[in-house]
Protein backbone atom coordinates (compact mmCIF):
# COMPACT_ATOMS: atom_id res chain seq x y z
CA UNK A 1 0.00 0.00 0.00
CA UNK A 2 1.28 3.51 -1.39
CA UNK A 3 1.17 6.08 1.47
CA UNK A 4 0.08 9.61 0.99
CA UNK A 5 0.93 11.95 3.49
CA UNK A 6 1.56 15.64 3.77
CA UNK A 7 4.20 17.84 6.01
CA UNK A 8 2.11 18.03 9.23
CA UNK A 9 2.67 21.08 10.76
CA UNK A 10 0.88 22.41 8.25
CA UNK A 11 -2.24 21.96 10.07
CA UNK A 12 -0.14 23.50 12.94
CA UNK A 13 1.52 22.70 16.06
CA UNK A 14 -0.45 20.33 18.18
CA UNK A 15 -0.07 17.63 21.33
CA UNK A 16 1.52 14.57 18.96
CA UNK A 17 -2.41 12.60 19.51
CA UNK A 18 -4.16 15.63 18.16
CA UNK A 19 -1.96 15.67 15.09
CA UNK A 20 -1.92 12.10 14.32
CA UNK A 21 -5.73 12.03 14.54
CA UNK A 22 -6.27 15.16 12.50
CA UNK A 23 -3.73 13.90 10.11
CA UNK A 24 -6.15 10.32 9.83
CA UNK A 25 -9.60 12.60 9.59
CA UNK A 26 -8.33 14.37 6.56
CA UNK A 27 -7.24 11.02 4.80
CA UNK A 28 -3.62 10.19 5.45
CA UNK A 29 -1.55 8.11 6.39
CA UNK A 30 1.65 9.20 6.02
CA UNK A 31 3.65 12.33 7.18
CA UNK A 32 6.50 14.46 7.11
CA UNK A 33 7.07 15.73 10.52
CA UNK A 34 9.25 18.33 11.78
CA UNK A 35 8.72 18.00 15.32
CA UNK A 36 10.00 21.47 16.40
CA UNK A 37 7.14 22.71 13.96
CA UNK A 38 4.30 20.32 14.74
CA UNK A 39 4.49 18.69 18.45
CA UNK A 40 3.67 21.16 21.22
CA UNK A 41 5.90 21.15 23.94
CA UNK A 42 8.63 20.52 21.90
CA UNK A 43 10.56 23.36 20.83
CA UNK A 44 14.04 22.46 19.52
CA UNK A 45 15.79 19.02 18.90
CA UNK A 46 18.31 19.51 21.66
CA UNK A 47 15.77 18.75 24.43
CA UNK A 48 13.22 16.19 23.15
CA UNK A 49 12.79 13.61 25.73
CA UNK A 50 12.32 9.51 25.18
CA UNK A 51 9.01 9.88 26.61
CA UNK A 52 8.47 12.62 24.01
CA UNK A 53 9.24 9.79 21.38
CA UNK A 54 6.80 7.00 22.73
CA UNK A 55 4.46 9.55 23.03
CA UNK A 56 5.02 10.57 19.62
CA UNK A 57 5.58 6.98 18.04
CA UNK A 58 2.21 5.68 20.57
CA UNK A 59 0.06 8.44 18.64
CA UNK A 60 0.79 7.97 15.23
CA UNK A 61 0.83 4.03 15.31
CA UNK A 62 -2.97 4.23 16.90
CA UNK A 63 -3.80 6.03 14.01
CA UNK A 64 -1.68 4.11 11.54
CA UNK A 65 -0.21 7.00 9.88
CA UNK A 66 3.29 6.50 8.92
CA UNK A 67 6.15 9.14 9.81
CA UNK A 68 7.73 8.64 6.53
CA UNK A 69 10.05 11.59 6.82
CA UNK A 70 11.15 13.27 10.23
CA UNK A 71 12.40 16.52 9.32
CA UNK A 72 15.02 18.70 10.79
CA UNK A 73 15.54 21.71 7.89
CA UNK A 74 19.37 22.29 8.66
CA UNK A 75 21.84 24.52 6.76
CA UNK A 76 24.02 21.95 5.89
CA UNK A 77 26.44 23.48 3.80
CA UNK A 78 27.14 26.69 5.99
CA UNK A 79 30.10 28.54 5.51
CA UNK A 80 30.96 28.86 9.41
CA UNK A 81 32.28 26.26 10.63
CA UNK A 82 30.21 25.82 13.80
CA UNK A 83 26.99 26.85 12.39
CA UNK A 84 27.66 24.01 9.90
CA UNK A 85 28.74 21.36 12.94
CA UNK A 86 25.81 22.57 14.89
CA UNK A 87 23.72 21.32 11.56
CA UNK A 88 25.12 18.03 11.43
CA UNK A 89 24.67 17.00 15.13
CA UNK A 90 21.43 17.98 14.92
CA UNK A 91 20.71 15.85 12.12
CA UNK A 92 22.70 12.75 13.68
CA UNK A 93 20.51 13.28 17.20
CA UNK A 94 17.24 13.16 14.85
CA UNK A 95 18.88 10.17 12.96
CA UNK A 96 18.49 8.53 16.63
CA UNK A 97 15.01 9.91 17.27
CA UNK A 98 14.15 8.09 13.94
CA UNK A 99 15.03 5.28 15.27
CA UNK A 100 13.48 5.46 18.37
CA UNK A 101 10.35 6.34 16.26
CA UNK A 102 10.43 4.09 13.91
CA UNK A 103 10.35 6.72 11.20
CA UNK A 104 11.52 5.44 7.65
CA UNK A 105 14.14 7.93 6.99
CA UNK A 106 15.38 11.86 8.27
CA UNK A 107 15.58 14.22 5.53
CA UNK A 108 16.92 17.76 5.64
CA UNK A 109 17.42 20.52 2.73
CA UNK A 110 21.62 21.42 2.15
CA UNK A 111 20.76 24.76 2.90
CA UNK A 112 18.45 27.55 4.66
CA UNK A 113 17.35 30.68 2.60
CA UNK A 114 18.12 31.12 -0.89
CA UNK A 115 21.97 30.95 -2.19
CA UNK A 116 23.56 33.44 -5.01
CA UNK A 117 25.41 31.09 -7.71
CA UNK A 118 28.72 32.09 -6.33
CA UNK A 119 27.60 31.38 -2.89
CA UNK A 120 26.12 27.32 -4.10
CA UNK A 121 30.02 26.84 -5.36
CA UNK A 122 31.56 27.93 -1.87
CA UNK A 123 28.77 25.65 -0.26
CA UNK A 124 29.26 22.56 -2.24
CA UNK A 125 32.21 20.74 -1.22
CA UNK A 126 30.75 21.78 2.64
CA UNK A 127 27.86 20.15 1.64
CA UNK A 128 29.67 16.81 0.48
CA UNK A 129 31.54 16.62 3.64
CA UNK A 130 28.23 16.97 5.73
CA UNK A 131 26.29 14.43 3.92
CA UNK A 132 29.40 12.27 3.81
CA UNK A 133 29.47 12.56 7.93
CA UNK A 134 25.11 12.13 8.09
CA UNK A 135 25.58 9.24 6.18
CA UNK A 136 28.63 7.72 8.40
CA UNK A 137 26.00 7.76 11.05
CA UNK A 138 22.32 6.99 9.32
CA UNK A 139 24.49 3.60 8.36
CA UNK A 140 25.85 3.37 11.93
CA UNK A 141 22.23 3.42 12.94
CA UNK A 142 21.07 1.27 10.08
CA UNK A 143 18.18 4.38 9.53
CA UNK A 144 17.86 6.15 6.47
CA UNK A 145 18.83 9.53 5.78
CA UNK A 146 17.03 11.20 2.86
CA UNK A 147 18.62 14.71 1.08
CA UNK A 148 16.49 17.20 -0.58
CA UNK A 149 17.43 19.18 -3.44
CA UNK A 150 16.22 22.80 -3.75
CA UNK A 151 16.70 25.00 -7.04
CA UNK A 152 18.30 27.82 -4.46
CA UNK A 153 20.27 25.15 -2.17
CA UNK A 154 23.28 24.11 -3.33
CA UNK A 155 22.03 20.72 -4.51
CA UNK A 156 19.97 21.93 -7.70
CA UNK A 157 20.85 19.88 -10.56
CA UNK A 158 20.96 16.36 -11.44
CA UNK A 159 24.81 16.04 -11.93
CA UNK A 160 25.06 17.60 -8.57
CA UNK A 161 22.92 14.96 -7.13
CA UNK A 162 24.74 12.43 -8.38
CA UNK A 163 28.13 13.78 -6.95
CA UNK A 164 26.49 13.66 -4.03
CA UNK A 165 24.86 10.01 -4.20
CA UNK A 166 28.32 8.74 -5.37
CA UNK A 167 30.70 10.61 -2.39
CA UNK A 168 28.10 8.95 -0.16
CA UNK A 169 28.43 5.69 -1.26
CA UNK A 170 26.01 4.03 0.37
CA UNK A 171 22.39 3.14 -1.43
CA UNK A 172 21.15 1.56 1.45
CA UNK A 173 21.23 4.78 4.52
CA UNK A 174 21.44 7.58 1.62
CA UNK A 175 17.85 8.28 -0.28
CA UNK A 176 16.52 11.34 -1.77
CA UNK A 177 13.57 13.66 -0.77
CA UNK A 178 12.51 14.11 -4.07
CA UNK A 179 11.21 18.13 -4.48
CA UNK A 180 11.07 19.01 -7.54
CA UNK A 181 7.92 20.26 -9.50
CA UNK A 182 9.20 19.73 -13.30
CA UNK A 183 7.35 19.24 -16.11
CA UNK A 184 8.11 15.44 -17.50
CA UNK A 185 10.75 16.58 -20.20
CA UNK A 186 13.22 17.46 -16.77
CA UNK A 187 11.72 14.17 -14.57
CA UNK A 188 13.74 11.99 -16.87
CA UNK A 189 17.06 12.89 -15.62
CA UNK A 190 16.18 13.61 -12.24
CA UNK A 191 14.78 10.01 -12.00
CA UNK A 192 17.83 8.46 -13.82
CA UNK A 193 20.18 9.75 -11.14
CA UNK A 194 18.09 8.75 -8.33
CA UNK A 195 17.59 4.91 -9.66
CA UNK A 196 16.31 2.94 -6.62
CA UNK A 197 17.79 5.55 -4.06
CA UNK A 198 14.09 7.38 -4.16
CA UNK A 199 12.98 7.49 -0.57
CA UNK A 200 10.09 10.16 -0.80
CA UNK A 201 7.98 12.44 -3.01
CA UNK A 202 7.30 15.86 -2.62
CA UNK A 203 3.80 16.72 -4.79
CA UNK A 204 2.81 20.11 -4.91
CA UNK A 205 1.19 22.22 -8.08
CA UNK A 206 1.68 25.69 -8.94
CA UNK A 207 1.50 28.23 -12.25
CA UNK A 208 4.44 29.99 -13.71
CA UNK A 209 3.52 33.23 -13.95
CA UNK A 210 4.76 35.41 -16.68
CA UNK A 211 7.35 37.37 -14.29
CA UNK A 212 8.68 33.79 -13.51
CA UNK A 213 6.74 33.58 -10.04
CA UNK A 214 5.12 30.63 -8.74
CA UNK A 215 1.66 30.54 -7.67
CA UNK A 216 0.36 27.60 -5.49
CA UNK A 217 -2.40 25.51 -6.52
CA UNK A 218 -4.01 22.51 -5.74
CA UNK A 219 -2.89 19.62 -6.98
CA UNK A 220 -4.22 19.43 -10.73
CA UNK A 221 -5.21 22.92 -11.08
CA UNK A 222 -1.59 24.01 -11.97
CA UNK A 223 1.32 23.62 -14.58
CA UNK A 224 2.95 20.71 -13.33
CA UNK A 225 2.74 17.09 -15.44
CA UNK A 226 3.18 14.30 -12.91
CA UNK A 227 3.26 11.72 -15.43
CA UNK A 228 6.70 10.64 -15.36
CA UNK A 229 6.55 10.40 -11.71
CA UNK A 230 3.51 7.70 -11.75
CA UNK A 231 5.36 5.70 -14.43
CA UNK A 232 8.54 5.63 -12.04
CA UNK A 233 6.49 5.00 -9.17
CA UNK A 234 4.80 2.18 -10.47
CA UNK A 235 7.68 0.66 -12.26
CA UNK A 236 10.66 1.19 -9.68
CA UNK A 237 9.37 2.37 -6.42
CA UNK A 238 5.61 1.61 -5.34
CA UNK A 239 6.54 1.77 -1.78
CA UNK A 240 7.92 5.28 -1.88
CA UNK A 241 5.47 7.81 -0.09
CA UNK A 242 3.78 10.75 -1.47
CA UNK A 243 3.64 13.88 0.66
CA UNK A 244 1.29 17.00 -0.22
CA UNK A 245 3.85 19.65 0.64
CA UNK A 246 2.49 23.26 1.43
CA UNK A 247 -0.97 21.95 2.15
CA UNK A 248 -4.00 24.65 0.73
CA UNK A 249 -6.21 23.69 3.56
CA UNK A 250 -9.34 24.43 2.37
CA UNK A 251 -8.15 22.14 -0.84
CA UNK A 252 -6.77 19.54 1.18
CA UNK A 253 -9.86 16.90 0.93
CA UNK A 254 -9.14 17.27 -3.36
CA UNK A 255 -5.53 17.09 -2.91
CA UNK A 256 -5.72 13.30 -0.86
CA UNK A 257 -7.87 12.58 -4.24
CA UNK A 258 -5.71 13.43 -6.10
CA UNK A 259 -2.89 11.65 -4.64
CA UNK A 260 -4.49 8.74 -4.82
CA UNK A 261 -5.37 8.67 -8.31
CA UNK A 262 -1.62 8.93 -8.85
CA UNK A 263 -1.07 5.63 -6.91
CA UNK A 264 -3.78 3.99 -8.99
CA UNK A 265 -1.47 2.21 -11.28
CA UNK A 266 1.07 1.93 -8.41
Known sequence: MTRIGCRAHDYGKLPAAALAATLRAKGYNAAQLAMPRAIAGIEDFSHITD???????????????????????????????????????????????????GAKMVGSETAWGACTDEEKAVRRPLMLDSIARITEEAARLNVVFAVESVDVH???????????????????????????????AHWSRWLEVIGSQLGAVHVKDCRIEADGSKTLLPLGAGDMDYSAIRAFLANRAPAAPLLRDEVILPADTADVRYLRRMTDTV
Open 51 to 101: KQLAEIRTAFAAQDVEISVLSCYQDLSAPDADTRRTAVDTVKRTLGCAKLL
Open 154 to 184: PLCTPELLCTVLDTAADIQHCKVGQDKAYQT
